[in-house]
């Protein structure tokens, strides 16, 4: 079984902040900005109470696409016009700790939304959109967290929004604790992870 070698460097980071997640329209509008390669650090005060994370390295078994899985992770002949652009998404089962079936205090669905490489090719990217079920803690609108995971790996069993049915995700953690604060939160699964091509870890 291939497996997902996970690395995490340093506090909570890889975060952008946008507010006021509405509807699928803002959605997008934000998605247009959530890059498939990486997401720029940001400060968040809501995440003033959450632990700094110490370099860690870590294997973790992955178990390979179910065929509806990979249906879902296959992109169509034809993409939409923008960046940002949904193409398809579904609901999905998340798991905190894969010994409990615990689970975040969320609903989530999985995405396929468009985007563009680092040559301009529009290309499909994945992901996971998770909606909060506790009421936003602080002034304002609800925000959404466009959250960037650390190394996953390069196999397409890797992507984040597969991990994340297997209780496998590491960072999940930190994301449900976000959630615990009432923010929405997006997570990206980078280009070629889950879907095809390859990932560009370490490209230069």
């Not at 990979?70 to 193409?87: E, R, S």
């Not at 499909?124 to 009421?135: E, H, L, M, N, R």
């Amino acid at each position: 079984m291939h497996r997902c070698a996970h690395h995490q460097i340093g506090s909570v980071a890889h975060i952008t902040v946008a507010f006021g997640l509405e509807d699928w329209t803002t959605l997008r509008r934000r998605l247009r900005h959530l890059p498939a390669i990486a997401v720029l650090a940001a400060g968040l005060t809501a995440l003033a109470t959450v632990p700094a994370q110490a370099a860690t390295a870590t294997v973790a078994p992955s178990a390979p696409f179910t065929a509806a899985e990979g249906d879902f992770y296959a992109p169509p002949a034809t993409l939409p016009t923008h960046n940002g652009d949904v193409i398809r998404h579904q609901n999905s089962r998340v798991i905190t700790d894969p010994l409990t079936n615990s689970a975040p205090p969320a609903t989530a669905q999985r995405i396929m939304y468009r985007s563009t490489d680092t040559h301009g090719v529009p290309i499909a990217v994945t992901g996971t959109v998770f909606s909060p079920t506790t009421a936003w803690q602080g002034p304002g609108k609800r925000p959404l967290v466009s959250y960037a995971v650390g190394t996953q790996g390069q196999g397409d069993q890797c992507a984040p929004s597969h991990l994340f049915n297997q209780g496998l995700e590491y960072e999940t953690l930190f994301i449900s604790q976000l959630l615990a604060k009432g923010a929405a939160v997006v997570v990206t699964d980078y280009e070629g992870l889950g879907t095809p091509g390859v990932h560009t870890y370490m490209n230069r």
